[in-house]
């Protein structure tokens, strides 16, 4: 994807994703509703050129008497299903994420990273640990991985980063190849699969899906890996299993797109600079015992270039006039 239409879509990229709610019948009322939730989307939206824009579903209210409204957004390929909550009165929306009150309103997400057996580096005992959704086709993918970099560098024993691999296969038709490459890399250790995947990025632009098994299997080899061993890692259902596993938890978390961080449980949508990772870093460093209990990483919505998707919509409160 274009950094242009990465522009154009940023509105759509910091939206949560909804959960499909129970179909129910729509009351004349709720229909009005819908034709409102409409009629704004498409005033503050419509200047992107949506291809799609469709009010799928309002729910109930909640016990506090808020709605959920469902909305489908796509522009070519892109699609993301959005959600949006209606005041009790009918008269303001809410639009984007909800968290729990908490001082570590992250916790729930740290519970459903899965991190065993990923690649990790940095200290075992670092405050900080990093998780990042990524796919080694991704070019802002590419970009963050020097961010990361230089910040394991210039502070070490501060964060631990661990690899989840997220190739986006409708955009990207060699990034399950290189994500099954590298589960056979790591499989031979995290500082091996640290070399492929900078060796992998440095040779990006000149992969193609029709060279890319040979030479991943070369960039496998130069990065420390056993060509015998990555051979007979390859040609097991349960690499490629490994893969859909991790792409399937990153889908629970709500990942849509590449790169995808989460420092500490908090989630961070798209590639960032690295003086921002810093600060996020830094703060997260301040809460130890938060942090020592994951295994996981962040949630807010500082977020940048991303494959798949595009930068996020911040919280902002508007009004629907009746």
């Known amino acids: 994807m274009t950094r242009h239409l990465g522009w154009v879509l940023f509105l759509i990229g910091g939206l949560a994703v909804a959960q499909t709610p129970r179909p129910r019948t729509t009351s004349a009322p709720d229909a009005a509703l819908k034709a409102r939730v409409h009629a704004f989307l498409d005033r503050s939206l419509g200047w992107q050129g949506l ?33 949006y909550y209606i005041t009790p009165d009918g008269k303001e929306i809410i639009e984007g994420e909800v968290n729990k009150l908490s001082g570590d309103p992250w916790a729930g997400n740290r519970s459903l990273i899965d991190t ?18 990524s796919d080694l086709e991704c070019p802002y993918c590419k970009e963050e991985s020097t961010a990361i970099e230089t910040l394991l560098n210039t502070d070490p024993g501060k964060v631990r980063v661990l690899f989840k691999f997220f190739p986006l296969t409708q955009i990207h038709p060699w990034s399950m190849p290189a994500a099954e490459a590298g589960v056979c890399v790591a499989e031979q250790g995290s500082d091996k699969f640290w070399n492929f995947e900078k ?39 349960a690499t490629h299993a490994a893969v859909e596993a991790s792409i399937a938890n990153g889908k629970k978390l709500g990942v849509v797109s590449t790169p995808t961080l989460f420092i500490n449980g908090r989630l961070i949508p798209g590639a ?3 003086d921002q990772l810093r600060l996020l870093v830094d703060h997260e460093a301040r809460f130890p015992v938060l942090a020592s209990s994951a295994q996981a990483s962040l949630g807010g919505k500082p977020g940048g270039q991303q494959c798949g998707e595009c930068r996020p919509l911040p919280k902002i409160k508007h009004l629907l006039q009746p």
């Open 51 to 83: 291809d799609k824009l469709e009010v799928q579903s309002i729910s109930a209210p909640d016990a506090s008497g808020l709605r959920t409204a469902t909305v489908l957004l796509a522009k070519g390929t892109q699609t993301k299903t959005a959600t």
């Open 199 to 237: 060796a992998v990025f440095a040779a990006q632009d000149q992969i193609t899906l029709a060279t890319a098994p040979r030479r991943l299997r070369e960039l496998a080899s130069e990065a420390g890996a056993g060509p015998s061993a990555y051979d007979a890692c390859l040609a097991k259902p």
């Open 116 to 133: 065993r057996g990923v690649p990790a580096e940095g200290a075992a005992n670092a405050p900080v640990t990093l998780v990042e959704y």
């Open 272 to 274: 960032i600079p690295e």
